[in-house]
């Protein structure tokens, strides 16, 4: 089983930076990508940024190079640096893990952190 918690949401005014932290554990000897995936209220779940254990990183279009994702393998941790904020990056936002085959990927899912960015 594997277990993911996320920390570091919080309320930021526009143009500040937050930093979120993911912790996996459980029986993880490997996994495909660790990212980070976020849910405005009326909208559906979208990427924000993985890696891989190589550190080949993906982020969602809307990023714009305002957003770093890192990762600590030795610690099952990704970290999302997050800067100038806009009010629509206020979300839920989720930790993810993927691991197994590529023709049978499992997710698996923290329980979210609330960033909210004021005007």
């Known amino acids: 089983q594997v277990q993911l918690v996320e920390s570091g949401g919080g309320l930021v005014q526009a143009g500040g930076s937050l930093r979120l932290s993911c912790a996996a554990s459980?029986?993880?000897?490997?996994?495909?990508?660790m990212g980070w995936y976020r849910q405005a209220p009326g909208k559906q779940r979208e990427l924000v940024a993985s890696?891989?254990?190589?550190?080949?990183?993906n982020y969602g279009d809307f990023v714009k190079g305002r957003f770093t994702i890192s990762g600590d393998n030795g610690k099952k941790m990704v970290y999302l640096q997050m800067n100038s904020l806009q009010p629509e990056d206020t979300a839920v936002y989720y930790c993810?893990?993927?691991?197994?085959?590529?023709?049978?990927?499992?997710?698996?899912w923290g329980q979210g952190t609330q960033v909210t960015v004021s005007s």
């Open positions: 993810n893990l993927v691991r197994g085959a590529p023709w049978a990927p499992v997710d698996y």
């Open positions: 890696i891989t254990e190589s550190s080949i990183t």
């Open positions: 459980g029986s993880i000897l490997s996994f495909r990508t």
